[in-house]
T-cell receptor
C-alpha cells in the first residue's frame, strides 16, 4: 500500500535555529514528490517538486532533497514567518496516465522570535 | 487574484439541506480536482476531472456530486450530509491530469454540517 509518513508531527524552533523535516514514503511508482506550505485556514501553497533521487531545490531559507526512500526539507536560519504546516505528497499513477497525490499528515512548525 | 478561487469560504448547513461549493481557476489548466481535508487526517482525493470529463471517483459517497461545466469551473453539490462530512474542501487544478504535473490549490471552503 502506498504510504507517506512525515516527522516530526510538530517542531518548535528559535529564530535562527536550523533544522530539517522528514518525509519517508513507500510507493509502487514515484512520479514526483511535492512539498507544500499551509497556513492556518488556507489552502496548501506549492513550494517544490522533486522527480528523481539526488535532486535538490532551493527557495530562500528552504532546501528540499530527495533519496529513493525519503525527502528532507531543510530550513536554514528560520524566521517567525516560516511558521506553518509543511505538507509532503508523492504522486503515483492512479489510472491510465492520471496522477494522484498521496499526502502525509504534515509537520507543524513554530518559529519563536 | 489567486489562481484558484473557491466560494463560499465558509458554509454551515443542516443535514437535510442542499448546497453547492464553487471553484474557478484562472491558470488555463485542463484538469481540476476536489480534495477533502479533515481534522487530524491527510488530504484525500475525492474527484478528478480532465477536460470536463470525470476521470476518477475515489469511492466518494453519492451525497457528494461533482459537476464540471467547462475546464475553468468546478462545482461540488452537497445533499443529505452527515456531521462527519464537516471538513475543509479544497479545489485544485493542474495543466492536465497526467502524472508529473504540479497541482495548485485554492484557499478552501470550510464546511460545517449541523
Amino acid at each position: 500500500e502506498d504510504q507517506v509518513t512525515q516527522s516530526p508531527e510538530a517542531l518548535r524552533l528559535q529564530e535562527g535555529e536550523s533544522s530539517s523535516l522528514n518525509c519517508s514514503y513507500t510507493v509502487s511508482g514515484l512520479r514526483g514528490l511535492f512539498w507544500y506550505r499551509q497556513d492556518p485556514g488556507k489552502g496548501p501553497e506549492f513550494l517544490f517538486t522533486l522527480y528523481s533521487a539526488g535532486e535538490e531545490k532551493e527557495k530562500e531559507r528552504l532546501k528540499a532533497t530527495l533519496t529513493k526512500k525519503e525527502s528532507f526539507l531543510h530550513i536554514t536560519a528560520p524566521k517567525p514567518e516560516d511558521s506553518a504546516t509543511y505538507l509532503c505528497a508523492v504522486q503515483v499513477l492512479y489510472s491510465g496516465n492520471t496522477g494522484k497525490l498521496i499526502f502525509g499528515q504534515g509537520t507543524t512548525l513554530q518559529v519563536k522570535p | 487574484e489567486t489562481g484558484v478561487t473557491q466560494t463560499p469560504r465558509h458554509l454551515v448547513m443542516g443535514m437535510t439541506n442542499k448546497k453547492s461549493l464553487k471553484c474557478e481557476q484562472h491558470l488555463g489548466h485542463n484538469a481540476m480536482y476536489w480534495y477533502k481535508q479533515s481534522a487530524k487526517k491527510p488530504l484525500e482525493l475525492m474527484f478528478v476531472y480532465s477536460l470536463e470529463e470525470r476521470v476518477e471517483n475515489n469511492s466518494v459517497p453519492s451525497r457528494f456530486s461533482p459537476e464540471c461545466p467547462n475546464s475553468s469551473h468546478l462545482f461540488l453539490h452537497l445533499h443529505t450530509l452527515q456531521p462527519e462530512d464537516s471538513a475543509l474542501y479544497l479545489c485544485a487544478s493542474s495543466q492536465d491530469s497526467s502524472s508529473g504535473n504540479t497541482i495548485y490549490f485554492g484557499e478552501g471552503s470550510w464546511l460545517t454540517v449541523v
